[in-house]
């Protein structure tokens, strides 16, 4: 097999960015090769983006995501990303902190964030099930950009939690009038519990973070009836910034090959950066078994038989679950008009959305 020189790849890929938006230049088969060749190579803590940049994971649903943002916009106005994050720091001035996962979005994020103030505080929740590779990075990448950073633990452990409550299952947007998912017990001791014990006791007012509409359905419905992609929180006491709400995965990634932003190595195996045991999100078990088998086989030593289905009839579909019939109808009505097939059952209590 012929070898591939995977930093003139890299390269040749930077030079042809242009051309692959628009699908006509190197072949899916090349980019495969250039994938497996990059995760023999990922020896560093880092790779560069435009090793990540075309990875199957990565453009699969730009016409779902627009969908999505669009749901999310509603016929509200639109703001740049560096705006948001402007404004935040002129109402909060220094009680404003990046909430970084290592994820590419958290990332590219914090990279405009510190462009604009270099001195921002930074913070990484370390739930203790990250992977290491994350853990890694961030520590790396926090060194290299000098960055005012600080690594969040919480009290209890992920093991301790399944123990209680059982492996966390999928959220619901159960208050839609609110527009606050609900959040999972182990969501709030692994990541909403520490990042409020650290808002009390540093003052923080803002918390500036990577997420984007397109990344889910109950996102979109999130910050479309937020209204905007900043807002205050009354359930954490803290105002939230997406300056990315609105960005596609491919504008994040150009971003970042712009700028030559370090990305995590783990991209080259996973499009999912969280816990490595989560299994609160759909498809968790194939992604995971497919993706990072060591960890798959690792979880289900632990759970034993344990699987959770995304619709009751076995679809490909996200399974909505409302405890108001009308809220369902509502969220039914705005997935219609965005041209989503989906289905409604028990009078709108249920609803299902296709997942791509
Ligand atoms: S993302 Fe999943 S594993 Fe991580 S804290 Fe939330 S529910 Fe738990």
């Avoid at 990344?215 to 803290?238: C, D, H």
């Avoid at 080259?268 to 989560?278: A, F, V």
Wanted: hydrophobic share 35%.
């Amino acid at each position: 097999m012929k070898l591939i020189d995977i930093h003139s790849y890299a390269r040749r890929l930077q030079l042809v960015r242009l051309g692959i938006a628009k699908g006509n230049s190197i072949s899916r088969h090349n980019a495969e090769l250039m994938e497996e060749a990059a995760v023999k190579n990922a020896k560093s803590w880092y790779v560069s983006p435009a090793q990540t940049y075309l990875t199957r994971l990565q453009f699969k649903s730009q016409k779902q995501e627009m969908r999505l943002i669009n749901i999310a916009k509603g016929k509200k106005k639109d703001y740049s990303a560096i705006n948001i994050l402007r404004k935040a720091l002129r109402f909060h001035k220094n009680k404003v902190a990046v909430l970084w996962s290592g994820g590419r979005c958290s990332t590219v994020t914090l990279h405009m964030a510190k462009c604009l103030e270099p001195n921002i505080k930074v913070i990484f929740v370390d739930t203790g099930v990250e992977f290491p590779e994350t853990v890694r990075y961030v520590k790396m990448l926090a060194k290299e950009w000098k960055l005012n950073f600080s690594v969040l633990r919480p009290r209890r452990t992920f093991w301790e939690l399944v123990k209680e409550h059982g492996p966390p299952t999928a959220r619901k947007p159960s208050d839609q009038r609110s527009g606050e998912p609900d959040t999972p017990p182990c969501c709030y001791w692994l990541k909403k519990e520490p990042i409020r014990s650290y808002i009390k006791q540093t003052g923080i007012e803002a918390l500036i973070t990577g997420m984007r509409a397109g990344e889910s359905t109950v996102r979109a419905i999130s910050l479309n009836q937020k209204g905007s992609p900043f807002f205050y929180s009354k359930t954490e006491g803290v105002w939230k910034y997406h300056p990315l709400a609105y960005w596609t995965t491919k504008r994040v990634c150009e971003y970042a090959l712009k700028h030559d932003i370090p990305m995590n190595p783990l991209y080259l195996k996973t499009d999912r950066i969280g816990c490595w045991p989560c299994t609160s999100f759909f498809g968790w078990k194939e992604k995971l078994s497919k993706n990072v088998p060591k960890f798959y086989t690792a979880l289900m030593y632990f759970f034993g038989k344990f699987h959770v289905s995304p619709c009751v009839e076995g679809k490909s579909m996200n399974h909505l679950e409302f405890e108001r019939a009308q809220d369902g109808r509502a969220v039914a009505r705005i997935l219609t008009n965005a041209g989503m097939e989906i289905e409604v059952h028990e009078r709108g209590k249920i609803v299902c959305v296709p997942y791509e």
